[in-house]
């Protein structure tokens, strides 16, 4: 498996993010209304204020993707903090530990452009992406967005 970054609006990336919104709309619950996506801008995923990578399988072929971008400190706070956005294994990646391989690259990559805190959002719905988190140090946080898709917030410190 390898990580390889790519510029958020370009092919590749789109191609990515297509296919996660759309399994996301399919499955999002309906009554939490309807799934509302937001698509990237690239100065946010491009470094120093974050990156996004695709994740190829050991043949070569993209099988994934997710990004880090520094947002505002915590109120009271000048340390800075990234969030994890859009991580995603296209089904038939899934189940192997590449999810866990992927939030370890984001996080050492956040690590390398000073990120002390990594927080990200998401949705009760993706009860194996909350496992993902749990299980890898995120703890439940205050919500720090409005994103009306997300029911979950997590933080974890690094750096």
């Known amino acids: 498996m390898r990580f390889r970054a790519v510029d ?22 309906a009554e939490q209304g309807e799934y509302r996506p937001t698509y990237p801008v690239a100065e946010q995923f491009t470094p ?18 997710g990004g880090v971008r ?23 990646a899934r189940g ?19 990120a002390r805190e990594l927080v990200l959002d998401t949705n009760a719905s993706l ?5 993902l988190y749990r299980s890898s140090g995120y703890a439940e946080v205050e919500p720090y967005n409005a994103n009306p898709n997300a029911t979950h917030w997590y933080g974890k410190r690094v750096g």
């Open 96 to 114: 192997r530990g590449a999810g866990r391989r992927l939030l370890g690259e984001l996080e050492r990559r956040a690590s390398a452009f000073g």
């Open 127 to 131: 009860e194996a992406a909350g496992g």
């Open 8 to 29: 958020v609006t370009g092919a590749e990336a789109l191609a990515q993010l297509d296919a996660y919104f759309t399994e996301r709309a399919a499955g999002f619950p």
């Open 48 to 65: 120093p204020a974050g990156e996004f990578l695709v994740v190829e399988d050991e043949q070569g072929a993209v099988i994934g993707c």
């Open 70 to 92: 520094r947002i505002d400190s915590r109120p009271g706070s000048v340390e800075p903090r990234f969030e994890v956005k859009h991580l995603w294994l296209a089904p038939e």
